[in-house]
């Protein structure tokens, strides 16, 4: 075996971190809990033609980006199919509602007990929009042959099924936050999108006709890898100051510290693309309901318009669009974020200031000056990844691989925000780290 200090720094650390009792149990926790949600993924529902379901998997581009972030549950049509986005489109909407309702804002501000509170009614919120999302998902299945019983009993049977399946990987995620490795409900949606990797690189292959633009693609796919880590890791330092009061020998003494806060370039993380593809899609989504193969009509020019798929110039009306509401959702994201936050509120009663800058204010003129400008750099980054799929495939003309923005974004910032954890747990045991 290599000497300690010939190991690369990488290994070295992975063999730091097994070495360590308590992190190798929260690792090897980790991965069974993922380990369950696989298996879970794979247990499909009844009462579904899966023949039918995976020639519409085919013919769907959407679907099949969809099925990408369950790791194939979707394209089982699994107890599972619908993952954790019931709850993440419940968090959203708490998030945007708690600056919004009194009572709400209230809660929010009682420490640890509030946001245990809010995060009940996350959870409560959860229920009723899984019902909703799966029932849909169940009648659209009907309409296309997919789903043959629509009798009430059957149906009720499927969505309760779904939403079982969607609590029960809630509450997995939630057991890796508490005993393993990384925040839980982000793994369970990463393990989703690595698992349906291999498919993905095996639909590369089939390409090999096109060796030159499959090395390319490869190429895209890297430089926009290093993109997103540069700009999630990207933040404006602004420099703060504290001064107290500190009683001592019978004396009153001024002391006086400086620290700074990082204003991070892309607060909003990905929701902006979640809110921009929402809206570009449910169009086309819509319009799929009324279209005549038979006859086109104004229904069929919706779903051409409004397809990912669609070739040029009518392609460049969906990612244009996609392009303009990701930057508009990420302003407005961030400024609701930013006033949740409170910022300026924060450093008053902290006694903190901002050298240069009166307190009040004018410290709240100057953050949200500093927020709206660097927000232009984080809306542009997430325009330009949302928008990236669609530039590789012109540009290498490869169509049978189709990566996804979000997955990039959640895949990278999950890996950064485990490997930040393990380099916390490593270096506070006096070991090196993962990063330097």
Known sequence: MLPRQARPRLLQAMIDAFSLPDLRRRIL??????????????????????????ELFGRNALLGMLDMFSGGAMRRFSVAAMG???????????????????????????????????????????VPLAGLQGYGQLVYLQHEGVVGSAAVLPMATMVVSLI????????????????????????????????????????????????????????IALATTVFIVIFTEAHRRIPVQYSRSVFRGGRMYKQSGSTHIPLRVNTAGMIPLIFAMSLVIFPGVVASYFINPVEPNIANSIV????????????????????????????????????????????????????????????????????????????????????????????TDVRVIMLSSMGLLIVVG????????MEAQLVMRRYEGFIK
């Open 29 to 54: 926790i980790t991965f069974g809990i993922l380990i369950i949600f696989r298996f879970v993924a794979h247990v499909p529902l009844p009462g579904v033609d899966l023949e039918a379901l995976q």
């Open 84 to 126: 954790v986005y019931p709850y993440i489109t419940a968090s959203i909407i708490m998030t945007l509602l708690v600056p919004i309702i009194p009572k709400l804002r209230a809660i929010s501000q009682e420490g640890e007990a509030g946001r245990d509170r809010i995060n009940r009614f996350t959870h409560w919120a959860t």
């Open 164 to 219: 079982a399946g969607t609590m029960f990987c809630i509450w997995l995620g939630e057991r890796i936050t508490e005993y393993g490795i990384g925040n839980g409900i982000s793994m369970i949606i990463f393990a989703g999108i690595v698992a349906g990797l291999p498919e993905m690189i095996g639909s590369g292959f089939l390409a090999k006709a096109n060796f030159s633009g499959l090395a390319l693609y490869v190429l």
């Open 304 to 395: 051409d318009l409004f397809n990912p798929n669609a070739a040029l110039p009518m392609g460049f009306f969906y990612w244009g669009l996609y392009f303009l509401l990701t930057v508009a959702f990420a302003f407005f994201y961030t400024m609701v974020m930013f006033e949740q936050q409170d910022l300026p509120g924060t450093l008053q009663r902290q006694g903190g200031f901002i050298p240069g800058i009166r307190p009040g204010p004018h410290t709240r003129e100057y953050l949200d000056g500093v927020i709206k400008h660097i927000t232009w750099g984080g809306a542009l980054f997430l325009a330009l990844v949302a928008i990236m799929p669609f530039v590789a495939r012109e540009i």
């Open 414 to 421: 999950v890996v950064l925000d485990t490997m930040k954890q």
